[in-house]
């Protein structure tokens, strides 16, 4: 067996590649593909199981309550770690309302306004803008889609964070929230613009495939009416692209909800929910979404209970995700019917 | 039966790729535990692989996790930043390796002349949210808190020099994930102070403390107050490759190595 293994002959790869380049049957070609397909979906199965496994014990020792509010955050995760030093067994009290609801806020947020802006550029670019614009405005919508998010990120932390704090927050409204938050530029407007600035790009891409994919004749046939452009724009193209648009906000809402990397930067580190009766000073208030959570706290991984928090956090993650693809379904099933688009 | 072949063959080359990298195995040392602990670790290791026939796997995660991990004999060795306590689980041994200072630093906008003891514990705490109510501040305002999360060996040290068991750092201050975001956040913030390794205070002040600027030169010559030791944790005593290499760490070339950026121990 060793001898066998340990030198393979350059004949047995050479028959390899022979019978891989040969022109594939079509049975060969439905059981190979099948099987790569099953396996995504096993891949899939499995990666659910362990986290809701690995999950468990922080749902079942908090119950109901681990989704509503109570103490800080930050202290409990820290409370949590240091159980393991105790020798009293593991501590996993933890109320996650501020780390819901900054994902909540970011996510919602940066999708709303994302989806204005992506609706209203893809209706200039197509109908509107003239050809060189045009020309220029298509590569740099999917050059953008593409920037990775560490690099928004970046910018956040070096440009954007401390142009906030220091300039935009004044030290009176600093010290009207001191005895309860730190305001340092690091904070929800700033995690909402950015997160726009990332999403609305993939939206816009969408959008604009959609728009150009109605029909010529619906829309000529109105102009033909004596329609202007703006109202065979709202009343046609738009109505008829909403499944893709729909498609695009449900996309970009899974980008905006997994994003961890760019939000652990420039959100500010503090499990602190951002409340809105503060009016102006909401939006200068730290919040920490869960994905953020995680990777700020991934180096406390192996301490058992934290993990295990941790996993809950994805977990949390995962099934909104699923709800989202759900929704995104259910959405599009009424407006199939005007056609056009994804 | 086509098919069948052809996944046995992918199998085979699989396996065959897979064989020399095991029958070239070389004892391997596992290091798991402090952040801080593990630049020198890997320094250290660099430096003595080049001369022996060993392979070190360093994992990070906090100093906690580094003696929880070699007490489970998960890992060969622990890294710890924190020194031994009561309730660590018994026969464990601790091998100093070297010593670090800990700065406390504000942005270079307000360079603070002096901090004592009492000064921090209540800025930390919580205690004092003014920079007004600090002498020697040249600015008004918050004071914004920037520390470390609880898997840090930092923090730790942090509590144990500057705070005390009894005094908890405010739960508003911002945690960060890494002494380069402690760093970088205290550097463009004018109200921020923080602490960090000795490693990251480039573009920061560090405060003086009880009256002693925080350097390596002052750290080494033990004036410096914010000190805190590294050890390489064993169970038991340490045996073998391991035991060779803790031993190699206290030579003149592995010393000459830890007094470029760390204070070795006599």
Request: charged share 15%.
């Given at each position: 067996?060793?001898?066998?293994?340990?030198?393979?002959?350059?004949?047995?790869?050479?028959?390899?590649?022979?019978?891989?380049?040969?022109?594939?049957?079509?049975?060969?070609?439905?059981?190979?593909?099948?099987?790569?397909?099953?396996?995504?979906?096993?891949?899939?199965?499995?990666?659910?199981?362990?986290?809701?496994?690995?999950?468990?014990?922080?749902?079942?020792?908090?119950?109901?309550?681990?989704?509503?509010?109570?103490?800080?955050?930050?202290?409990?995760?820290d409370?949590?770690f240091n159980?393991t030093k105790?020798?009293?067994?593991?501590?996993?009290?933890?109320?996650?309302?501020?780390?819901?609801?900054?994902?909540?806020?970011?996510?919602?947020?940066?999708?709303?306004?994302?989806?204005?802006?992506?609706?209203?550029?893809?209706?200039?670019?197509?109908?509107?803008?003239?050809?060189?614009?045009?020309?220029?405005?298509?590569?740099?919508?999917?050059?953008?889609?593409?920037?990775?998010?560490?690099?928004?990120?970046?910018?956040?932390?070096?440009?954007?964070?401390?142009?906030?704090?220091?300039?935009?927050?004044?030290?009176?409204?600093?010290?009207?929230?001191?005895?309860?938050?730190?305001?340092?530029?690091?904070?929800?407007?700033?995690?909402?613009?950015?997160?726009?600035?990332?999403?609305?790009?993939?939206?816009?891409?969408?959008?604009?495939?959609?728009?150009?994919?109605?029909?010529?004749?619906?829309?000529?046939?109105?102009?033909?009416?004596?329609?202007?452009?703006?109202?065979?724009?709202?009343?046609?193209?738009?109505?008829?692209?909403?499944?893709?648009?729909?498609?695009?906000?449900?996309?970009?809402?899974?980008?905006?909800?997994?994003?961890?990397?760019?939000?652990?930067?420039?959100?500010?580190?503090?499990?602190?929910?951002?409340?809105?009766?503060?009016?102006?000073?909401?939006?200068?208030?730290?919040?920490?979404?869960?994905?953020?959570?995680?990777?700020d706290r991934a180096d406390a991984l192996s301490a058992?209970?934290l993990?295990?928090?941790?996993?809950?956090?994805?977990?949390?993650?995962?099934?909104?995700?699923?709800?989202?693809?759900?929704?995104?379904?259910?959405?599009?099933?009424?407006?199939?019917?005007?056609?056009?688009?994804? | 039966?086509?098919?069948?072949?052809?996944?046995?063959?992918?199998?085979?080359?699989?396996?065959?790729?897979?064989?020399?990298?095991?029958?070239?195995?070389?004892?391997?040392?596992?290091l798991s535990g402090s952040t801080s602990v593990a630049p020198l670790a890997a320094k250290l290791?660099?430096?003595?692989?080049?001369?022996?026939?060993?392979?070190?796997?360093i994992l990070q995660g906090g100093s906690d996790i580094g003696v929880n991990d070699v007490a489970?004999?998960?890992v060969?060795l622990g890294m710890s930043s924190r020194d031994p306590l009561?309730s660590d689980?018994?026969?464990l041994?601790f091998n100093r390796i070297a010593r670090d200072g800990i700065c406390v630093a504000?942005?270079?906008?307000?360079?603070?002349?002096?901090?004592?003891?009492?000064?921090?514990?209540?800025?930390f705490?919580?205690?004092?949210?003014?920079?007004?109510?600090?002498?020697?501040?040249?600015?008004?305002?918050?004071?914004?808190?920037i520390v470390r999360n609880a898997a840090s060996g930092t923090q730790d040290a942090f509590q144990n020099i500057f705070m005390g068991q009894?005094?908890?750092v405010?739960?508003?201050a911002?945690q960060k994930p890494s002494n380069g975001r402690v760093q970088?956040?205290?550097?463009?913030?004018?109200?921020?102070?923080g602490y960090v390794d000795f490693n990251f205070t480039?573009?920061?002040?560090?405060?003086?403390?009880?009256?002693?600027?925080?350097?390596?030169?002052?750290a080494?010559?033990?004036?410096?107050?914010g000190i805190r030791n590294f050890w390489l944790v064993?169970?038991?005593?340490?045996?073998?490759?391991?035991?060779?290499?803790?031993?190699?760490?206290?030579?003149?070339?592995?010393?000459?190595?830890i007094?470029?950026n760390w204070v070795?121990v006599?």
């Amino acid at each position: 067996m060793t001898t066998k293994v340990a030198q393979p002959s350059p004949g047995l790869l050479d028959s390899l590649w022979e019978t891989v380049s040969k022109p594939w049957t079509d049975k060969r070609a439905e059981l190979v593909l099948g099987a790569l397909a099953c396996s995504v979906l096993v891949l899939i199965a499995g990666m659910v199981i362990f986290v809701f496994v690995k999950a468990w014990p922080s749902f079942s020792h908090n119950g109901l309550s681990w989704f509503g509010s109570g103490g800080n955050v930050d202290q409990q995760l820290d409370d949590i770690f240091n159980s393991t030093k105790t020798g009293h067994g593991y501590d996993y009290h933890l109320r996650a309302w501020p780390l819901l609801w900054g994902t909540i806020l970011t996510t919602v947020g940066a999708v709303v306004l994302g989806l204005a802006v992506a609706l209203f550029a893809a209706v200039f670019i197509v109908e509107f803008a003239p050809d060189w614009l045009r020309r220029v405005l298509d590569p740099v919508v999917r050059l953008l889609a593409a920037v990775p998010s560490v690099i928004y990120g970046l910018i956040g932390i070096l440009v954007i964070v401390p142009f906030v704090g220091n300039h935009l927050i004044s030290a009176g409204r600093k010290e009207s929230v001191a005895y309860v938050v730190q305001l340092t530029g690091a904070s929800l407007i700033v995690a909402v613009l950015i997160l726009t600035v990332m999403i609305t790009p993939i939206m816009l891409a969408i959008i604009v495939d959609a728009l150009r994919s109605v029909p010529r004749g619906w829309t000529e046939g109105a102009a033909a009416l004596g329609v202007n452009r703006w109202r065979v724009m709202w009343t046609i193209s738009v109505r008829a692209a909403r499944p893709a648009i729909v498609a695009a906000a449900v996309l970009a809402t899974a980008r905006a909800l997994g994003e961890a990397i760019m939000l652990s930067m420039v959100s500010g580190s503090i499990g602190f929910a951002p409340n809105p009766l503060d009016g102006i000073t909401f939006f200068f208030e730290p919040t920490r979404p869960l994905a953020a959570t995680i990777v700020d706290r991934a180096d406390a991984l192996s301490a058992p209970p934290l993990g295990q928090t941790l996993y809950a956090f994805a977990a949390v993650l995962l099934v909104s995700a699923m709800f989202l693809s759900l929704a995104g379904w259910l959405a599009k099933q009424p407006l199939k019917k005007y056609g056009a688009g994804a | 039966m086509r098919t069948f072949r052809l996944t046995t063959v992918a199998v085979l080359a699989l396996a065959a790729l897979a064989m020399p990298a095991a029958a070239l195995a070389k004892p391997t040392i596992t290091l798991s535990g402090s952040t801080s602990v593990a630049p020198l670790a890997a320094k250290l290791a660099g430096a003595y692989v080049k001369h022996h026939k060993v392979r070190f796997k360093i994992l990070q995660g906090g100093s906690d996790i580094g003696v929880n991990d070699v007490a489970h004999g998960r890992v060969t060795l622990g890294m710890s930043s924190r020194d031994p306590l009561p309730s660590d689980p018994g026969g464990l041994q601790f091998n100093r390796i070297a010593r670090d200072g800990i700065c406390v630093a504000t942005n270079p906008g307000n360079p603070i002349a002096n901090l004592s003891q009492e000064q921090i514990q209540g800025i930390f705490s919580g205690k004092v949210r003014s920079w007004s109510q600090v002498p020697g501040a040249r600015i008004g305002g918050t004071i914004d808190l920037i520390v470390r999360n609880a898997a840090s060996g930092t923090q730790d040290a942090f509590q144990n020099i500057f705070m005390g068991q009894n005094l908890r750092v405010a739960p508003s201050a911002s945690q960060k994930p890494s002494n380069g975001r402690v760093q970088q956040s205290i550097a463009s913030d004018r109200n921020a102070i923080g602490y960090v390794d000795f490693n990251f205070t480039r573009g920061l002040h560090t405060v003086p403390y009880k009256g002693v600027s925080c350097s390596l030169r002052n750290a080494k010559s033990g004036q410096y107050g914010g000190i805190r030791n590294f050890w390489l944790v064993s169970r038991g005593k340490a045996k073998g490759p391991a035991a060779a290499w803790i031993k190699w760490i206290r030579s003149a070339a592995a010393r000459s190595i830890i007094a470029s950026n760390w204070v070795p121990v006599k």
